[in-house]
């Protein structure tokens, strides 16, 4: 007991509180070096020795080596460090990162042997986390197993700002947006910029529920697509559409000589779809098949899908045919 009229306590060197378990907590100055520090253990272990014990210590103004921090130990090392400078550092093996100055950041989570940094594990696991963030250059979301101390890669963006997205199955993006079906203006878009936004184009869904692509590009006049890297067709700002068909990149080449049996092997119809309403103009993509399997494609589905621009030079080679045989029977 003190009594009351002491106006200051002073301890040389610890106080001790002695546990149930016969182990002592400390209170005390840093015994072993001549140091402005005070330390707080739950067990009479000193900094750096095998423990599973816990502490704090606390880092004064004049401290030759961590001036200023807070330190929270667990295991004997520090697990948790709160800089002079107010950053907090969370991790394994955080007194070099933090006492070089690495700890820039207003809260940084260090794993120094490459773990996830930040594991959000789900109430049905006990193994494997939803959301794993590794420790590494880059930001890097996946998905991490414990049990065997694996790591999937999901999304990455690299120290470039290039993003990836990765599955071991499909890969998709969804954009989702317009959930209450009243506010028309917050319809989902992915939009691509750069220049400052002087070069914009954007993919998405209007006000009328049509999917569009918008190039908004002030000094360009057209769409191109490309397959590695080479451009196979583009569509122009009136919408007219162009196949490259530079006869340097063909081989092979022979002329069409059953034109008119091809077109007469044919039918075009009037129609309707099965899925929305409207009489169109087409052709049936199992009849061209039969007399010209080329024009034809069929998807993952089974169903069949017709080059239609692939028949003009088919339709040239007819006219130009039938042509022949009207002037041979006006001789």
């Not at 789900?122 to 193994?127: E, K, L």
């Not at 400052?196 to 049509?210: C, F, K, R, S, W």
């Not at 077109?263 to 075009?268: F, K, Y």
């Not at 049936?284 to 169903?303: C, D, T, Y």
Request: glycine share 10%.
């Amino acid at each position: 007991m003190v009594d009351s009229t002491i106006n200051k306590l002073t301890i040389t060197d610890e106080i001790k509180l002695k546990g149930a378990a016969g182990t002592d907590a400390l209170i005390q100055k840093n015994a072993t070096i001549l140091r402005d520090e005070l330390q707080i253990y739950a067990a009479g272990v000193a900094y750096g020795a095998s423990s599973n014990g816990a502490g704090i210590h606390l880092y004064g103004d004049n401290d030759d080596q961590h001036s200023g921090n807070v330190a929270l130990l667990t295991g004997g090392d520090g697990r948790m460090i709160v800089s002079e400078r107010g950053n907090a550092t969370i991790g394994r093996g955080i007194w070099d990162f933090v006492d070089t100055g690495k700890d820039d950041a207003q809260l940084t989570i260090h794993h120094p042997s490459g773990g996830p940094g930040i594991c959000i594990i789900g109430a049905n696991s006990t193994t494997e986390g939803d959301i794993a963030v590794p420790h590494t250059e880059q930001l890097s979301i996946g998905h991490w197993n414990t049990s065997s101390n694996s790591y999937t890669q999901r999304m990455l963006m690299d120290v470039s700002g290039n993003f990836t997205i990765s599955n071991t199955g499909d890969v998709s993006l969804h954009l989702k947006a317009d959930t209450d079906n009243s506010n028309e203006s917050d319809n989902p878009v992915l939009k691509f910029s750069q220049d400052g936004e002087l070069v914009t184009a954007a993919i998405g869904i209007d006000n009328g529920n049509d999917a569009y692509w918008d190039c908004g590009i002030a000094n360009s006049s057209k769409f191109v697509f490309k397959a590695n890297g080479s451009q196979v067709s583009e569509i122009s700002r009136s919408g007219a559409y162009t196949d490259t068909s530079d006869a340097r990149l063909k081989k092979n080449k022979v002329p069409i000589s059953d034109a008119l049996d091809l077109v007469r092997g044919i039918t075009g119809y009037r129609h309707e779809w099965l899925h929305h309403e409207g009489i169109e103009f087409g052709l049936m993509a199992q009849e061209v098949r039969e007399v010209a399997p080329e024009l034809v494609s069929e998807n993952a589905e089974g169903i069949y899908g017709l080059k239609y621009a692939k028949l003009i030079p088919v339709l040239i080679e007819a006219i130009k045919s039938q042509q022949t045989q009207i002037e041979n029977l006006s001789k």
